[in-house]
């Protein structure tokens, strides 16, 4: 009934009161709609019905994504979002008239490093992310955190796992990259979601309208560069500069690495589907799948790309943000550290005394004068030096008392001359 586009334009008449339509067409770019065009007072308009349970799903979803983009919000983007003009019952479902964007759709395999098209994509993403959160808070939409997000993906490898279909060089590349705390420090932003070059309308190399909105909530960024990997080669890397440049993002790097898996966990996505339909055919396009991800993977390990190497100004920032290390040791505890080094750091003796054999100083005995010791006779050494040390210290503090007793009270009745090498102990 509902996909017949008279019985859809009546449907679109009962969901916009008051609407004329002057002519109808089909509309089958999506198949898991019933969809006409129909031509009205109001402009070009679309009429949707959904076919099965989930794409109602989708539907509701993105009616709840478009609703929570207000006209303050759609003011913010370069480009137009579809507006639902109203709903109607038809049958066991319902069918949506929403207003129908201008433009053309595009391949994205024809995408090039230097299309003109490259910084729009990297323009509209920007638009995209810097929306507020708060519409999202507002709206009722999914608010997922990094390490939701995170936690997510490693169900997702998990169930993978489970079918005892994945390779384990692809569960090692996927694992490496949930572990790296570093690719995971990010502050999620508004996201489209399911962003792909079908949802992308362009007139005279603008992007004039995004559509596709059912996953529109707060979530990882690089969720929507996934899909420029299937581009040509570098368009990829020349979307994410021109980005950067446009905002702050954090670090590209861990966005990059994100991306790419992101992309390739499509393929668990789809080998799980087949497995949980019990379709065999599906089930052997994403082992062919999961074996051609085997044999291009690059030759740098994930472990050393989820550790990217930093620009000078995340170096710099991150040094400001780094906190001053505080010592704890007390005052005294720092002075005896330094003493220990004193102490410890020097190879010979402060006091000099007289060998037992008079033939030398204690310095000169300690180095040995080119003979060596044993470990039990430099032992021994050790003690009789202290032994002998102790009396010339106490003779040593007696003269002294006694010379400062025996001096006369005016010193300077007695000036002191310079002393000769003769004078000069041996």
């Not at 990259?177 to 932003?189: H, K, Q, R, Y």
């Not at 720092?334 to 310095?363: C, K």
């Not at 010339?392 to 025996?406: K, L, P, V």
């Amino acid at each position: 009934m509902a996909s017949i586009p008279f019985t859809l334009a009546a449907l679109a008449t009962s969901a916009v009161p008051g609407l004329e339509v002057l002519s109808v067409g089909p509309h089958d770019e999506d198949t898991a709609y019933a969809t006409a065009v129909i031509d009205t007072d109001r402009g070009e308009l679309l009429v949707r019905v959904p076919r099965s349970g989930p794409a109602e799903v989708r539907q509701s979803a993105e009616l709840l994504g478009l609703a929570a983009l207000t006209e303050g919000s759609r003011a913010l983007l370069p480009f137009s979002v579809p507006e639902t003009l109203g709903m109607t019952r038809a049958g066991e479902t319902r069918a949506v008239v929403s207003t129908s964007l201008p433009g053309l759709r595009f391949a994205v395999e024809d995408l090039a490093e230097d299309a003109i098209l490259v910084p729009e994509i990297a323009k509209a993403l920007a638009a995209i992310h810097d929306l507020p959160t708060t519409i999202a808070h507002h709206g009722g939409l999914p608010v997922r955190s990094s390490r939701e997000l995170r936690e997510q993906v490693g169900r997702l490898v998990e169930r993978a796992e489970g079918t005892r279909l994945l390779p384990q060089t692809v569960r090692e590349r996927w694992m490496s990259v949930l572990d790296s705390s570093e690719v995971w420090d990010f502050a999620p932003t508004m996201v489209h979601g399911s962003l792909d070059a079908a949802q992308l309308l362009v007139a005279d190399d603008v992007i004039v309208g995004i559509e596709g909105w059912s996953e529109f909530g707060t979530g990882d960024p690089a969720v929507d560069f996934s899909w420029l990997i299937a581009a040509g080669a570098g368009v990829f890397e020349a979307v994410v500069p021109r980005y950067g440049n446009l905002r702050s993002a954090g670090s590209l790097a861990s966005l990059t690495v994100r991306a790419r898996l992101y992309r390739e966990l499509e393929v668990a996505r789809w080998l799980l589907h087949g497995v949980e339909a019990h379709d065999q055919e599906v089930v052997d396009d994403a082992v062919a799948m999961l074996d051609r991800l085997v044999d291009s993977l690059i030759s740098v390990p994930v472990a050393a790309a989820s550790r990217p190497t930093l620009s000078e100004q995340e170096v710099e920032a991150m040094l400001e943000e780094t906190p001053e290390v505080v010592d704890h040791l007390s005052e005294t505890a720092a002075y005896e550290a330094l003493d220990e080094d004193r102490m410890f750091g020097v190879e010979q003796a402060f006091v000099e005394t007289d060998a037992p054999d008079g033939s030398g100083t204690g310095a000169d005995a300690g180095a040995g004068g080119g003979s060596e010791e044993s470990g039990a006779e430099a032992s021994e050494s050790s003690a009789d030096a202290e032994t002998d040390v102790m009396p010339d210290i106490q003779q040593h503090d007696d003269a002294s008392e006694h010379a400062s007793a025996a001096a006369p009270d005016d010193a300077s009745d007695h000036p002191t001359e310079p002393i000769g090498d003769e004078d000069l102990p041996r």
